[in-house]
């Protein structure tokens, strides 16, 4: 098995079946999986991307999660039920919403874990 990147950027894969994640690292698509684990995570979102979005309604990636992904088991485990605890999740919408936000509305740039998965077929981030 290759080593992941630590820092890698995630977005969720619209064209792949079913909830997907992509993982970038240096420009490169380098992996997908169905939950990615990040830490000192980044919402990124591309100003000129979410315009064509709402012009055209196409589908076209301009939004992304930037971090450090977390790959050791045991580290993970702390973490998963440090961001269950926090019962705190987040969403992009670029019809509706300018940047990513949590769950009250308000608006997000930063988290220190965040937590990408697939809940009953729909993709779910949750945050601390």
């Given at each position: 098995?290759?080593?992941?990147e ?19 690292a240096?420009?490169?698509v ?6 990615i ?7 990124v ?7 064509k ?16 992904i977390?790959t ?51 993709s ?5």
């Amino acid at each position: 098995m290759k080593k992941l990147e630590p820092k890698v950027r995630v977005y969720r894969n619209l064209h792949l079946h079913g909830v997907v994640y992509s993982m970038q690292a240096r420009g490169r698509v380098i992996g997908h999986a169905e939950n990615i684990l990040l830490k000192n995570a980044k919402f990124v979102v591309q100003k000129g991307g979410q315009a064509k979005v709402r012009e055209t309604k196409s589908k076209i990636v301009h939004a992304f999660v930037d971090g450090e992904i977390i790959t050791d088991p045991k580290e993970m485990g702390l973490m998963i039920k440090k961001i269950n605890n926090a019962n705190n999740t987040a969403y992009y919408n670029p019809y509706t919403t300018n940047t990513f936000v949590d769950k009250d509305g308000r608006e997000l740039f930063e988290a220190s874990l965040v937590l990408l998965t697939s809940v009953g077929g729909k993709s779910k981030l949750q945050i601390v």
